[in-house]
């Protein structure tokens, strides 16, 4: 079965068929998803935010959300996001596979190992499924898009955008792009051994690399008018893992 993570700009999937609406509950809160199918594939999307971006990235239940996909039997996710380009070469409306982060966010429940004497470290060597982005890889090349590819994503608490300082300390330290939701999403998917891999928008150029002032409804109407391509990206993604 594969699972959607819908980041800011993505709260449906319109080509889910037959699709039901259902409230999942585990040991960490609740979590809602919507289930159904793209031909003979199983498919279960959640909105990270919400129907109507009502949940800040501190905030989102990320243990929850997880767990219940996991739980519905989910073994391969792809997630997206919004994203500030690093790189001055990047362009609003460019897709970004991302190959590695950098966590700066603080006080959000990172694993699903904190009972007391359960020690456990994961290997975060390769958080990526490459063969996942290989198959996202595909399908944006079918589509004819921009994208780059094995980019570093770093992962600040939100909700306010950072300052060009931050973003110019980023770079030197290797990021590519910046958002607020990738962590620890992708951690606890890798602790439960679920395949994940992540499309990202490039919404905007960051703070210091623009020198436009940044609005979260610029960040929306950029994804907004590349919707309907990231919905096209996500039906072939999910149709190519039945061939690898």
Not at 199 to 220: F, K, R, Y
């Amino acid at each position: 079965m594969i699972g959607i993570i819908g980041g800011s700009g993505v709260y449906d999937i319109p080509w889910l068929e037959n699709a039901v609406e259902l409230i999942a509950e585990n040991e960490y809160g609740e979590a809602k998803l919507k289930k159904g199918h793209v031909g003979s594939l199983e498919v279960v999307f959640l909105a990270r935010h919400g129907k109507t971006h009502s949940i800040q990235p501190a905030s989102i239940n990320y243990r929850s959300n997880i767990k219940a996909l996991y739980d519905s039997g989910v073994r391969n996710i792809f997630s997206t996001y919004a994203v500030g380009g690093i790189n001055p070469k990047y362009r609003p409306g460019d897709f970004a596979i991302i190959g590695q982060f950098i966590d700066f966010t603080w006080g959000r429940n990172g694993t699903f190992h904190d009972k007391p004497g359960s020690v456990v470290h994961t290997d975060m060597s390769e958080p990526y499924s490459k063969k996942l982005s290989e198959v996202l890889k595909n399908s944006l090349q079918q589509l004819g898009q921009n994208f780059y590819e094995n980019q570093v994503y770093i992962c600040t608490q939100g909700p306010r955008f950072e300052t060009p300082a931050e973003i110019k300390a980023y770079s030197i330290i290797g990021a590519d792009i910046v958002g607020m939701t990738g962590c620890p999403e992708v951690a606890l998917a890798r602790e439960f051994g679920i395949n994940f891999a992540s499309l990202a928008v490039i919404t905007n150029l960051a703070a210091g690399v623009s020198t436009a002032l940044i609005s979260h409804q610029e960040v929306l109407d950029i994804f907004n008018a590349r919707m309907e391509i990231i919905s096209e990206v996500l039906r072939l993604s999910c149709l190519g893992v039945s061939t690898i």
